[in-house]
């Protein structure tokens, strides 16, 4: 395959794609395959030879579209949603076309410069502090990551080694630690001697300053019981304890972390002898879109020595309305802060942008410098390999430069108010006649509700049947125990219309299941 062909090919497939967006009304949200259905239609061998281009577009209808959930499709509210728009699109064209990777600023100037400037206008866009910026003089700065989780994992693991920095500096602490049971137990783990008595060389394992598990085994971090799973796995692969606190409902009448208990929990782990470090504060949570008020939690965390981090995936983006700026309120007193542009900022997956109130200082954390990284500009220039999991990065920069340019914040503002708008109407159609109920009310592009007096049973086999109907999909979430359903609009497509016919789909799927849903 030449340049000719990748020109005659390659307006083929922006064609396939442009068919499958105009023609994604006629689909269904959710496939209908089971596990192993590729089985059936590609061989078990590769082809000896290369194959024609036209066989495998015919292919891609069976293989790939029918076997797809259609995350845009008008009727898909489960998750968050994927965001889309025909500008990143184009920027993934150019990414890949690049092949670029920027780990470093020598290794692609334009990766780096670019993310640096294009995340300085979403800053000023969605009036973030101004030390978050790159050009800020102080040490702020921003990164654009892969997804959410991989923020937080960042976050975590930035915040357990700036305690273990702290720690080490208190000498009196440092060595109650050292000569505690447990930091024994970890040493002969550590050192131990072969029962031949062969001396094992201690001096070839290396223990990194700054994530001495010596020292951060005392360690404990907060975050709410419907905190998103990724922060309990990054809790998971960061190797320190953690406490999922029970939320409350108050702020939105939704359910967030109450000071209260976020203090009681600090003074309960300190008395046990542990060291709390951090909390992780949701803002928009994935159940229900409830929402931590960081200017009440921040307050404590800088009293009692904890990092911030302020997970804001999905709700984080609906900041460039300024009506929705309530939901960054108390953000300065964050160490660092996500959101995911690829849920409601109309860019596709992945762009998530990550800053940190002190990020040169949290880069040395994770500086690993071999000869074949180092180039004449790093004292002067940022090298976001120091900032993330990964060495390798692409070019994602562009998605958020392109969509800026020529689609523009009030398109972006015009769609979030879009979805905010219909998660109302569809709470308010969806209680006409007293069958449902809300769970919470509704909050950005999410609204809950189950069925009026039934049981958590009642709402699992209804939101099941919904599910293999496959006209709606939608998934649900338990708090405290109470089974609910939930949709979260999404799809630019997605109309009232669409709304009127969930809830359609919805109660005659009910009606089906229960001679009287209201009983």
């Not at 029962?195 to 907060?222: C, G, K, L, N, R």
Request: proline share 5%.
């Amino acid at each position: 395959m030449d340049s000719a062909k990748l020109r005659t090919e390659g307006k083929k497939m922006i064609d396939i794609v442009a068919d499958y967006w105009d023609g994604i009304r006629q689909r269904k949200p959710l496939s209908d395959v089971k596990p192993g259905y590729i089985n059936f239609l590609v061989p078990p061998r590769p082809p000896l030879g290369p194959e024609s281009w036209e066989k495998i577009y015919q292919d891609l209808e069976k293989v790939v579209f029918n076997g797809s959930s259609h995350w845009n499709h008008p009727q898909f509210f489960a998750y968050c949603p994927t965001g889309i728009s025909y500008h990143s699109i184009m920027a993934d064209i150019l990414s890949s076309g690049l092949s670029s990777i920027g780990f470093s600023w020598i290794a692609c100037p334009s990766i780096t410069e670019l993310e640096k400037a294009s995340l300085d206008w979403l800053v000023v866009l969605m009036d973030l502090p101004e030390y978050f910026k790159n050009s800020h003089p102080g040490a702020g700065c921003g990164i654009i990551q892969s997804s959410g989780s991989d923020s937080t994992l960042m976050a975590i693991m930035t915040a357990r080694a700036a305690k273990v920095d702290e720690v080490k500096s208190q000498p009196t602490v440092y060595k109650w630690i050292a000569e505690s049971a447990v930091g024994k137990t970890f040493r002969r783990l550590f050192y131990w001697q072969r029962e031949d008595s062969e001396s094992y060389d201690s001096t070839d394992v290396i223990t990194a300053y700054y994530h001495d598990p010596t020292v951060f085994q005392h360690f404990v971090m907060y975050f709410s019981d419907i905190g998103h799973s990724s922060i309990e796995k990054g809790a998971m692969l960061a190797g320190v304890r953690y406490r999922k606190l029970k939320s409350t409902r108050s702020y939105l009448g939704n359910y967030g972390l109450h000071p209260d208990t976020l203090e009681k929990a600090i003074k309960q782990d300190k008395a046990r002898g542990w060291i709390p470090f951090m909390l992780v504060a949701t803002v928009g949570t994935t159940s229900t879109c409830g929402v931590d008020q960081i200017d009440e939690l921040g307050p404590i965390c800088k009293r009692e020595g904890l990092y911030l981090h302020v997970d804001a995936a999905y709700a984080g983006s609906f900041a460039f309305c300024q009506e929705y700026r309530y939901l960054t309120r108390g953000l300065e007193h964050a160490d660092s802060y996500n959101l995911n542009l690829h849920k409601a900022g109309m860019i596709n997956f992945d762009c998530a942008p990550l800053w940190f109130k002190n990020g040169t200082y949290a880069a040395r954390y994770f500086n690993v410098d071999p000869v074949y990284l180092a180039h004449q500009y790093q004292s002067t220039s940022t090298d976001y390999r120091h900032l993330e999991i990964p060495l390798g990065r692409r070019f994602r920069s562009l998605k958020v430069w392109f969509i800026l340019r020529n689609y523009g914040v009030e398109k972006i503002k015009e769609y979030q108010k879009k979805t905010v708008h219909l998660a109302l109407f569809f709470s308010k159609i969806i209680i006409e006649d007293d069958r449902f109920e809300l769970f919470t009310p509704p909050h950005l592009g999410v609204t809950t509700f189950r069925l009026k007096n039934h049981s958590n049973a009642d709402n699992e086999k209804l939101c099941a049947a919904i599910n293999r109907d496959r006209r709606v999909y939608l998934v649900p979430s338990t708090i405290h125990g109470t089974f609910f359903l939930r949709i979260c609009v999404g799809s630019p497509l997605t109309n009232e219309d669409d709304m009127r016919n969930t809830k359609k789909v919805i109660f005659e799927i009910a009606d089906s299941l229960f001679k009287d849903v209201s009983m």
